[in-house]
């Protein structure tokens, strides 16, 4: 080992650390209409479809909701959804009929709908934060 090796300060280590930390934060919210009205009435619509055998659609909505998903990224309620749901056969629906019962239950929450689809690529979903309003 000759005097040609560096040593890397360990407080170097531990910014690197966290910069990577930050860069994966979600860089958006469910405030910034990360869905479109097209989208929420399809979803609403696979819903009834799908899901109303065991659901109401009232139970993706309002204190519980935000009580169960505040904090977690649209890709964990995506994830969830498409895992679990329907019960009889998860994981039946396409990705796409996924990402518009997750857009439905945003409208249903009066999250604002903007002029993008919610999509369907988990690296995209992990960066869309569920929030409170002003959060």
Known sequence: MGSAMKKTPLRTVLMLGMFGIVLQAPSK??????????????????LTE?????????????????GTWNGQTAFALFDNIKTNMPMDSPGKLSKETYADIVAFMFKSNQFPSGKDELPTDDEVLKQIKIAPKGR
Do not use: I, P
Request: hydrophobic letters at 30%; one cysteine or more; proline letters at 0%.
């Open 29 to 46: 919210t469910v405030w910034d209409g990360v869905y479109t009205d097209d989208q929420a009435t399809r979803g609403e619509k696979a």
């Open 50 to 66: 799908n899901c109303e055998a065991c659901h109401m659609k009232t139970d993706f909505s309002g204190k519980d909701f935000l």
